[in-house]
């Protein structure tokens, strides 16, 4: 069965960096994207972008161009997405996401890490 | 990109149906065929209950449909349930490689 285990919560000042791990089990690593979405407390998905494991090409949200760097490695089953630059408005859980066999959906979610932003 | 249009809210009593919709523009929900719902419960990583407008992902059951028509897409569930008290949200693929979000929306069984 397909499992997505992420990192755990972090707390972070703004101005610094902060990097999620997501380790997947139980399918072919190199074989689907993986995508990364936030929500803040109360409030929709925003989904970041995308990564894929096979080549380490990635395409990020306009938004966070220049802000986020998604990469992979494929020896340990594991993707990561590094936020820099963190601001208040950062805080929120961040969940990594399979791309599913179609196009553009997601079929598989981490539990979520919350990442909190404050002085 | 803007996020795509949900009602905040939705309820209906158990047996009866629900319906979401999810307004977008030409440029996403109009132009792809790539709509998906999620489903998602407090404190709760989301669950994809509906993708490529109409399709279901194995488990999910049928009382889950979806379809669309110009810019707007439709989840409906038919014969409520208590355990279908969740927050739904669409999504659609925008071009460019870019994925939109509606705001959800909270269905509430009376």
Known sequence: QVHLVQSGAEVKKPGASVKVSCRASGYTFTSYDINW???????????????????????????????VTMTTSSSIDTAYMELS?????????YYCARGGSGDYEFDFWGQGTLVTVSS | QSALTQPPSASGSPG???IITCTGTSNDIG?????????????????????EVNKRPSGVPDRFSGS????????T?????????????CSSYGGSNNVVFGGGTKVTVL
């Open chain 2, 16 to 18: 009866q149906s629900v």
């Open chain 2, 68 to 75: 669309k028509s110009a810019n707007t897409a439709s989840l």
């Open chain 1, 85 to 93: 630059s963190l601001r208040s408005d950062d805080t929120a859980v």
């Open chain 1, 37 to 67: 979405v936030r929500q803040a407390t109360g409030q929709g998905l925003e989904w970041l972008g995308w990564v894929d494991p096979a080549n380490g090409n990635t395409h990020l949200a306009h938004k966070f161009q220049g802000r």
């Open chain 2, 77 to 89: 569930v038919s014969g409520l349930q208590a355990e279908d008290e969740a927050d739904y949200y």
């Open chain 2, 31 to 51: 132009r792809y065929k790539y709509v998906s719902w999620y489903q998602q419960y407090p404190g709760k990583a989301p669950k994809l209950i509906i993708y």
